[in-house]
């Protein structure tokens, strides 16, 4: 069992930084893939990073790229994700994400943060 839990958003200004953390608990967190989502109001949840297992590889969606940075320190069980050069569009909750292969289940499951709210004002 996974819990995940968010910090770090808020209301700041276009073009203003900010960073998310995602604490976990259990002990098995660094075997888990960690995604980044996000839900802004009317539209469906998106994809924004992910980040594989060790961290050797991650992922951005278009619209991020350059702008965002996902990062985690598994031996603190974080997931981080800078987001600099921040947009009004990127208003939304941010939702951390993990999956992991349970062997003795013989199935991925997967466990979700109850969000962060980021506002960018313009």
């Known amino acids: 069992q996974v819990q995940l839990v968010e910090s770090g958003g808020g209301l700041v200004q276009t073009g203003r930084s900010l960073r998310l953390s995602c604490a976990a608990s259990?002990?098995?967190?660094?075997?888990?893939?960690v995604s980044w989502y996000r839900q802004a109001p009317g539209k469906e949840r998106e994809l924004v990073a992910a980040?594989?297992?060790?961290?050797?590889?991650?992922n951005y969606a278009d619209s991020v790229k350059g702008r965002f940075t996902i990062s985690r320190d598994n031996a603190k069980n974080m997931v981080f994700l800078q987001m600099n050069s921040l947009k009004p569009e990127d208003t939304a909750v941010y939702y951390c994400?993990?999956?992991?292969?349970?062997?003795?289940?013989?199935?991925?499951?997967?466990?979700w943060g109850q969000g962060t709210q980021v506002t960018v004002s313009s």
């Open positions: 259990g002990s098995t967190f660094s075997r888990y893939a």
């Open positions: 994400h993990a999956v992991g292969w349970i062997a003795t289940l013989g199935q991925n499951v997967d466990y």
């Open positions: 980040i594989t297992s060790a961290g050797g590889n991650t």
